[in-house]
């Protein structure tokens, strides 16, 4: 039985725009979008001078940037600020920019608040680490010349301090922003420190001495209390021993500042020869995310990560199955945190919140990865350098919508980056590495949206290609449908035309018999009931159904002329309610043919006494006819009438298999045989039933 819910599910399975969803997201899942939503576009690729080191600044608020380009000539070192092809300004400074990292030459920040940014500078000179700024970049305003920010050692050959730039912080609390910066020496053991200039004071602060070899400075607010913490973090370069300082650089120091650079909590150390530990802050929507990433330049090293309190406490580590030179934390579109972590020569492997890998960016190598807010929407996106196949690929925030494009395989060493933007007109992303620089312009793919027009495209077709299948279904099955039915049509027809010669000849039967009695007037009377009856039968000769009530009436008078034949041997009688719909349809002759049965082999074989009996009955959409009688019942009839083919029965089963087929409505009987209190043979029970789909049992 198809219940209702089954029904409606099967609705739903065939509902065409369901069918056509399927393939069409399978399609989606399957195949590539055609077009990423960000384009990198190659808008210019040059060589510069060796020892020319190129950034893009707005200095002066206006949208449109300032290149600024630090060079060292042997007559002397300085920094030139131009726009477009007119050169604003030069200014030479003492000392040389022959720092081992070039991106850290200059810091801008509006320190004075005047709404233009100042330059600040770094240099070297012998073993003195200066700093020069320039106040407007239009003007030859002059600003502070080689001030001294610290004394290097010499190194292993020469020396080598590197400077680590942070954002500029307002330290003090006075509305003007400080420069912080950390300076980290390599072979040297000092200057390992982080500086806090104040531009207005002219004042210094320096922290004490962080330990180990400073690679970055982390900046974020720890404990949630408005201001920001700054971490100097590194790694384990060996080349300061124990004995030399206490925070040596044979461990990586996990070390937290606040705003006099003053040491929150002592530093902890993650011990061992070239040991990495980067701290990695963010705030999800789980709240404040911190953790360390440990690992080792130490090719048999694995890594670990180690969840922190603001106050330096390792509550937890897990291990990872994999050695990580670098990493560092993005949130993806649920705002939840991606760990991403550059593994030597496996590209970049990113991990969930929970620690799971999640699927990662196909890059080869150990590419170079930097974070830069392209589009100035507050949002940095990761910039990833592939050296090995010399592609560049750019991410949204959680390594979305990557947008790809070359560099070429000349492009390698330290890359500088930055922001080059023309007011109203998208921004370009500047990379210089060694003496190649290019420019790529960096905006939304406007084939991207035109290409999921396709997929509603694709959609329609799918709906149309399923509505087209349907149709062709529906003739098919309307085709075989229309066959069946002329099948059975044709079968009924030659069952009907077996039937009322079969009746025809019982009833003839019956008249003939009085006739050999020489009972004239009741073979008179015979004749005018049969002549009656055969005049129905041809009325309704096109006919397999006719209505209830007609179908009792051919019945009633045709046991009336069995009745002038058997006399008193049976009576019959009709229990027909009037609030029964005597309209409905009934196959033809299906209650006479049964009442014939009851008299011919059933109370006929009485001498007297014999009852039949016809009831109609029935509620909903369920109509019952029982033909009963109290005849010597089937089994003697059976061996009375050896002779009979049974003809009539055979008829029936056909007639009510084939009307169960070409209409709607289900047709059964059911024989019975009865048994007085004796256990002896009573009679016979015929119940005929008839559920009709669209009819009411009940007039009215």
Request: with cysteine; hydrophobic share 40%.
């Amino acid at each position: 039985m198809v219940t209702p819910a089954r029904k409606r599910t099967l609705s739903l399975l065939t509902n065409p725009f369901i069918l056509a969803a399927i393939p069409t997201i399978a399609m989606f899942l399957v195949i590539p979008v055609l077009h990423q939503p960000y384009i990198l576009e190659l808008k210019s690729s040059a060589r510069i001078p060796a020892n020319h080191y190129c950034s893009y600044i707005d200095l002066d608020g206006d949208g449109n940037t300032e290149k600024i380009t630090a060079f060292d000539y042997p007559n002397g070192s300085g920094i030139t600020v131009s726009e477009g092809p007119l050169t604003l300004n030069q200014w030479n400074i003492s000392g040389t920019f022959s720092f081992p990292l070039k991106s850290t030459l200059y810091i801008a920040a509006d320190c004075n608040n005047d709404s233009i940014k100042e330059l600040y500078l770094f240099s070297i000179n012998g073993d003195s680490i200066l700093l020069h700024s320039v106040e407007d970049s239009r003007s030859a305003k002059s600003g502070i010349r080689a001030r001294l920010i610290d004394v290097t050692g010499h190194g292993s050959a020469a020396p080598d301090p590197r400077i680590v730039a942070a954002d500029p912080m307002d330290l003090d609390g006075d509305g003007r922003l400080e420069l912080v910066f950390g300076i980290a020496a390599g072979f040297s053991k000092q200057p390992r420190k982080v500086y806090a200039y104040y531009p207005v004071k002219d004042s210094l602060v320096a922290s004490s001495p962080v330990g180990g070899f400073m690679l970055g400075i982390l900046q974020a607010d720890l404990d949630d209390d408005g201001t920001m913490e700054i971490m100097p973090h590194g790694y384990a370069a060996g080349n300061i021993p124990p004995s030399m300082a206490k925070y040596h650089d044979e461990s990586a120091w996990f070390t937290v500042l606040d705003r006099n650079l003053e040491p929150v909590f002592e530093p902890v150390p993650f011990s061992g020869n070239f040991v990495i530990a980067t701290p990695m802050v963010t705030d999800s929507n789980e709240g404040k995310v911190r953790e360390i990433l440990v690992s080792s330049m130490d090719p048999d090293s694995l890594s670990s990560l180690w969840t922190f309190t603001p106050f330096g406490e390792i509550t937890y580590g897990k291990g990872l199955p994999f050695r990580s030179i670098a990493g560092f934390m993005t949130l993806n579109r649920k705002k939840e945190p991606v760990y991403a972590l550059i593994v030597k020569e496996g590209g970049i492997v990113l991990l969930d919140h929970n620690g799971r890998q999640i699927k990662s960016p196909e890059l080869q190598g150990s590419p170079s990865v930097i974070q830069n807010d392209i589009d100035l929407d507050g949002i940095p996106e990761i910039i990833a350098i592939s050296y090995e196949t010399g592609s560049i690929h750019v991410y949204r925030s959680g390594f979305r919508k990557p947008a790809v494009a070359t560099v070429g395989g000349e492009f390698t060493g330290e890359i500088l980056c930055s922001v080059s933007r023309i007011k109203d007109t998208a921004p370009a992303l500047y990379l210089q590495a060694g003496t190649s620089q290019v420019l790529f312009e960096y905006r939304r793919n406007r084939l991207y949206y035109l290409t999921f027009g396709i997929y509603p495209m694709v959609y329609g077709a799918f709906i149309a290609f399923v509505l087209l299948i349907q149709a062709t279904q529906r003739r098919s099955m309307a085709r075989r449908e229309e066959e069946r039915k002329k099948i059975s049509e044709l079968q009924l027809a030659l069952i009907r035309n077996q039937l009322d010669p079969h009746f025809t000849l019982n009833a003839l039967n019956s008249v003939l018999h009085l006739v050999e009695h020489s009972d004239r007037e009741k073979a008179r009377e015979s004749l005018l009931k049969f002549s009656g009856l055969y005049r129905d039968l041809l009325l309704s000769a096109g006919k397999s159904r006719r209505s209830l009530g007609e179908e009792l009436e051919f019945c009633h008078e045709y046991l009336s002329l069995e009745k002038t034949r058997y006399g008193s041997r049976f009576d019959f009688s009709f229990n027909t309610p009037p609030e029964i719909n005597y309209e409905l349809p009934v196959p033809k002759l299906v209650i006479q043919l049964f009442a014939e049965n009851s008299v011919k082999h059933g109370v006929a074989a009485l001498e007297s006494g014999g009852i039949l009996s016809v009831a109609v009955s029935g509620s909903g959409n369920e109509l019952t006819i029982l033909i009963k009688d109290n005849g010597v019942g089937r089994a003697r009839a059976a061996g009375d009438n050896a002779g009979s083919a049974g003809k009539g029965m055979s008829l029936m089963n056909e007639l009510f298999d084939l009307c169960n087929r070409y209409y709607e409505d289900e047709h059964c009987f059911k024989v019975s045989d009865l048994t007085g209190s004796d256990g002896q043979p009573s009679g016979t029970e015929v119940a005929v039933t008839i559920r009709y789909r669209h009819e009411t049992i009940r007039a009215g």
